[in-house]
């Protein structure tokens, strides 16, 4: 069974330019959620969605922004990016939510140079 | 805003001593509660999680504890290892039918042998 898969691995982006980062979760997956990391503040909820909508949104700008397809894939976009916005982005797949078989990807890592 | 506090940011223990990370979390709605285990550079893996109904559960040498009066829960390692040195996140649900996951700032724990 394919785990989480993110795309792409690694990404460097300069200052001001629009990213996007691509979630296939597990096969019969609904629902995706995005996380950012960082040494300094760990991890942090950026959105949930579930058969396409999103149910949840976390305490980020607007500049931060996802979709989720009826195949349930998801992708998650920034804008405008800021040298705050390196990080590790996580997505994690359950079958209904966080409470039941949550799994993470390994991960985007964007460098904003 | 809903918060998670996690102790000790860094734990040393020697191989066979137990470990003990301990979490307290603030909305009381909260009804699951996992915890995550990240080597360095791999994805956060779910160890074990425990639920708000559920007053202790325990998987090998792994136990977690719940108090929900008091809003608190615990990871317990027992008989270390050194392959259990890595950073161990706790985490507890919250938003819109637990959709989210809010975490704690990581424990890093290292086990020397």
């Known amino acids: 069974k394919a785990g989480v898969t993110q795309t792409p691995r690694y990404l460097i982006k300069t200052r001001g330019q629009q990213v996007t980062l691509s979630c296939s979760p597990i096969?019969?997956?609904?629902?995706v959620s995005w996380y950012q990391q960082t040494p300094g503040q760990g991890l942090q909820f950026l959105f949930e969605?579930?058969?396409?909508?999103?149910?949840n949104k976390g305490n980020f700008p607007g500049r931060f922004s996802g979709r989720q397809f009826s195949n349930s894939r998801s992708e998650m976009n920034v804008s405008t990016l800021e040298l705050g916005d390196s990080a590790l982005y996580l997505c994690?797949?359950?079958?209904?939510?966080?409470?039941?078989?949550?799994?993470f990807g390994s991960g985007t890592r964007l460098t904003v140079v | 805003g809903e918060n998670v506090e996690q102790h000790p940011s860094t734990l040393s223990v020697q191989e066979g001593d137990s470990a003990v990370i301990k979490c307290t979390y603030s909305?009381?709605?909260?009804?699951?509660f996992p915890w995550y285990k990240q080597e360095l550079g791999k994805r956060p893996q779910l160890i074990i999680d425990?639920?708000?109904?559920?007053g202790e559960k325990k998987d090998q040498r792994i136990a977690v504890t719940l108090n929900k009066t008091a809003k608190h829960f615990s990871l317990h390692i027992t008989e270390t290892q050194p392959e259990d040195s890595a950073v161990y996140f706790c985490?507890?649900?919250?938003?819109?039918?637990?959709?989210?996951?809010?975490f704690g700032k990581g424990t890093t724990l290292s086990v020397s042998s």
């Open positions: 096969s019969g997956h609904r629902s």
């Open positions: 994690a797949s359950s079958l209904s939510g966080p409470g039941v078989g949550y799994t």
């Open positions: 985490a507890a649900s919250i938003g819109q039918a637990g959709t989210a996951l809010i």
């Open positions: 425990i639920r708000s109904n559920v």
């Open positions: 969605y579930f058969s396409e909508t999103q149910r």
């Open positions: 909305d009381s709605a909260s009804n699951y």
